[in-house]
């Protein structure tokens, strides 16, 4: 994907934060999180929810792809199951897209952050051309950073680890944007032995050696992949529920932006 440059003076840009992770991860709680954290510094964000099946959300919306599709109508009129959906309302949203950027465009020049919400499963954002012209439209005219929640507690084993990590790498190789991993739950598990598997590869080498399934030998060879991956990355750990790790995690923030400005 090519990201051109946005052209004006980035002081007046607010900057995106597309938030997408595994069902689960907690991106709609950190969006609340993010949400009140905002308007706390008197630097109220504009908030987007792209997920169609979200039944009930923790935060106002600013706009909701539910006030244009009901995905369940849409499943009836097209005979579908939830996945498919979900799909589609996503797609005929995406169609209107150019309705949804000129509102942001109006109330950019009073903004410093817009948060994005993406459908609870991650695939329906990632590997759908919806997903790809959403972000490439944002990334088009804002900067953006892609924020991908980890769920701590559940990617503390080798092997949940690196398929997470895998999973995180695609999409930071196909968006080509600034990404930040926010390890949230913290509240739960800390995410030191995620930071220490990141940068001691024994140290992941030997955990892995403790797996005794078969996947112990693919892990280990994976984590050869992802040393790369890593040295490029920002890693915050942060809890939505409690709050924990916001200074973190906007410092983060202010490092991919500077990135986006230089390498995008
Ligand atoms: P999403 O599918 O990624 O949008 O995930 P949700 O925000 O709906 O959260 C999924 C579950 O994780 C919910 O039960 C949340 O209460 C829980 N959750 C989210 N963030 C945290 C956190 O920081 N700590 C804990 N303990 N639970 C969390
Ligand atoms: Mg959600």
Redesign the pocket.
């Known amino acids: 994907m090519t990201t051109p440059k946005p052209e004006t003076d980035r002081t007046k840009k607010p900057t995106v934060l597309l938030v997408i992770?595994?069902?689960?991860?907690?991106?709609?709680?950190?969006?609340?999180?993010l949400n009140a954290h905002l308007h706390a510094e008197k630097k109220p964000p504009y908030v987007l929810n792209f997920?169609p099946a979200?039944a009930n959300l923790?935060y106002t919306a600013n706009i909701d792809i539910r006030d244009t599709v009901k995905y369940k109508e849409v499943m009836k009129q097209y005979n579908m199951g939830p996945n498919g959906g979900i799909l589609t309302s996503l797609n005929l949203f995406t169609t209107k897209f150019d309705q949804v950027l000129n509102l942001v465009d109006k109330r950019a020049p009073n903004l410093d952050y817009v948060l994005v919400?993406t459908p609870?499963q991650i695939e329906v954002f990632t590997w759908s051309a919806s997903g790809t012209i959403i972000t490439e439209a944002l990334a088009a005219s804002y900067p953006t950073v892609v924020v991908y929640?980890v769920?701590t507690?559940r990617s503390a084993s080798p092997a949940t680890f690196i398929s997470n990590m895998l999973y995180a790498c695609s999409i930071m190789y196909k968006t080509k944007l600034p990404f930040i991993l926010a390890f949230?739950?913290?509240?739960?598990k800390p995410h030191d032995f995620a930071v220490e598997w990141m940068t001691d590869f024994e140290a992941f080498q030997e955990a892995a050696r403790q797996d005794t399934t078969y996947m112990a030998s693919l892990t280990a060879s994976m984590s050869l992949v992802l040393e790369e991956f890593y040295k490029t990355l920002r890693v915050a750990g942060?809890?939505?529920?409690?709050g924990q790790g916001m200074d973190g995690f906007f410092q983060a923030v202010d490092e991919a932006v500077d990135e986006y400005w230089t390498e995008y």
């Open positions: 992770g595994m069902a689960g991860s907690g991106k709609t709680t950190l969006m609340q999180r997920d979200v923790p919400d609870g929640v769920d507690p949230n739950k913290v509240d739960v942060l809890s939505a529920i409690s």
